[in-house]
C-alpha cells in the first residue's frame, strides 16, 4: 500500500547516461520513499539542450529499468511544460517577485553583484539587449533541518544573489521548473545530492513566492573518484554497466553507509533492494564526501 503523504521524487538532468553517483542519489530517494510505503516520482530536468545529449533521457531510464527503479506513475519530462514555467515567472513578475535583467556576469561582478542599470528597483530594460528574469530574493538568514546534515544556516543577500529563473536565450533555468514542479507534484521529501544545498535557500524563497510549502530536504554526500573530485559528466564518470545492476546497487548501498553482506554482491537487483528495503537507515549515511566502495572480488571461475 501506498502512503500519499510522503511523496519522494529522483530528477536527473539529461546531460549524459546515469553514473555510480546518480544511482547513489536514485537508490537513496527510492529507499527513503517505499522504506516509509510513499510514493516514488521520476523527473527528467531537460531544460538545458545545450548541455544535454539527445540519447541520455532513454539511457537514464533504460538504466533505471535494469536496476529495478519503477516509478510510480509515467515520468514528467520539464521540456513539455515550458508554457507552464514562463506563466509563472509571469506571474512572479506581475507580483513584484521577479525582474527583467540585463546585465551580464561581467557587469555585476564589476559593480560587486549590484545590478548597474538599477533593473531590480523599476529601472527600463534596454529594448537592444536580451533579457533575463531573475527572482528578486529577499535579505535572509534561511535556518532548516536537513533529514541528513542536521541543521543549516545559509545567508541569501537580496539582489547579489539573485538566480535567474528566464534565460536570456529563454531558456527556463532550473531554479524555478524544479520548484515549480516540486509544488505540482506534492512533493514532500527531496533526497539530492550535497552539490545542490547550496541553492536550498534560495528554492524555499521562490516556493513561499509561489504560494507553495517547501519540501523536506535531505542531502547525501557527493561521490568522489580515487582522485577526489566529484562524479560527474564533466569529470568524465563512466556510465553504470547495466550488466551488473546488483553489483552497482550493492557498491550505492555500501557508498550510502548501508551494511549489505558480501555475498549479496553477486545477487539479482531484486534481492539487493529487497535487503535495502528492510534495513534502510538514513541516519547512516555519512556527512561528508564518500568515495566509491568495490564489492568483493567474485570467487574465482565464478
Ligand atoms: N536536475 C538536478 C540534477 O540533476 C537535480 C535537481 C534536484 O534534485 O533538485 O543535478
Given at each position: 500500500m501506498t502512503d500519499t503523504t510522503y511523496r519522494g521524487r529522483f530528477a536527473p538532468s539529461p546531460t549524459g547516461p546515469l553514473h555510480f553517483g546518480s544511482l547513489v542519489t536514485a537508490l537513496a530517494s527510492y529507499l527513503e520513499a517505499r522504506s516509509g510505503q510513499g510514493a516514488w516520482l521520476v523527473r527528467i530536468e531537460d531544460l538545458d539542450p545545450l548541455r544535454e545529449s539527445p540519447e541520455a533521457t532513454d539511457q537514464i531510464?533504460?538504466?533505471?529499468?535494469?536496476?529495478?527503479?519503477?516509478?510510480?506513475?509515467?515520468?514528467?519530462?520539464?521540456?513539455?511544460?515550458?508554457?507552464?514555467?514562463?506563466?509563472?515567472?509571469?506571474?512572479?513578475?506581475?507580483?513584484?517577485?521577479?525582474?527583467?535583467?540585463?546585465?551580464?556576469?561581467?557587469?555585476?561582478?564589476?559593480?560587486?553583484?549590484?545590478?548597474?542599470?538599477?533593473?531590480?528597483?523599476?529601472?527600463?530594460?534596454?529594448?537592444?539587449r536580451p533579457l533575463a528574469i531573475r527572482f528578486a530574493l529577499h535579505d535572509e538568514e534561511a535556518c532548516w533541518q536537513d533529514r541528513i546534515l542536521g541543521s543549516?544556516?545559509?545567508?541569501?543577500?537580496?539582489?547579489?544573489?539573485?538566480?535567474?529563473?528566464?534565460?536570456k536565450e529563454g531558456f527556463v533555468a532550473y531554479q524555478l521548473a524544479v520548484v515549480v514542479d516540486d509544488i505540482d507534484q506534492e512533493i514532500t521529501e527531496v533526497v539530492r545530492g550535497s552539490d545542490l544545498l547550496e541553492t536550498t535557500a534560495q528554492q524555499r524563497q521562490?516556493?513561499?513566492?509561489?504560494?507553495g510549502t517547501p519540501p523536506c530536504w535531505a542531502h547525501i554526500p557527493v561521490v568522489l573518484n580515487s582522485q577526489g573530485q566529484k562524479l560527474s559528466k564533466q569529470n568524465h564518470a563512466p556510465a553504470l554497466d547495466d550488466r551488473q545492476p546488483g553489483r552497482n546497487l550493492w557498491r550505492a548501498l555500501k557508498t550510502l553507509g548501508q551494511q549489505p553482506?558480501?555475498?549479496?554482491?553477486?545477487?539479482?537487483?531484486?534481492?539487493?533492494?529487497?535487503?535495502?528495503?528492510?534495513?534502510?537507515?538514513?541516519?547512516?549515511?555519512p556527512h561528508h564526501h564518500t568515495t566509491d566502495t568495490l564489492p568483493p572480488a567474485r570467487p574465482a571461475g565464478a
Open positions: 531510464l533504460q538504466s533505471l529499468h535494469c536496476h529495478q527503479l519503477r516509478p510510480d506513475g509515467d515520468v514528467r519530462c520539464q521540456s513539455d511544460r515550458l508554457d507552464v514555467y514562463r506563466h509563472y515567472a509571469s506571474q512572479l513578475i506581475e507580483q513584484g517577485h521577479a525582474y527583467y535583467c540585463a546585465c551580464s556576469r561581467k557587469e555585476l561582478a564589476a559593480n560587486g553583484g549590484r545590478h548597474p542599470r538599477h533593473c531590480r528597483d523599476g529601472g527600463t530594460p534596454p529594448s537592444d543549516q544556516r545559509q545567508v541569501v543577500r537580496a539582489e547579489v544573489d539573485d538566480p535567474v529563473i528566464i534565460r521562490i516556493c513561499h513566492a509561489l504560494g553482506p558480501p555475498e549479496l554482491a553477486d545477487a539479482p537487483p531484486q534481492a539487493v533492494l529487497e535487503w535495502g528495503l528492510g534495513h534502510w537507515s538514513m541516519a547512516s549515511i
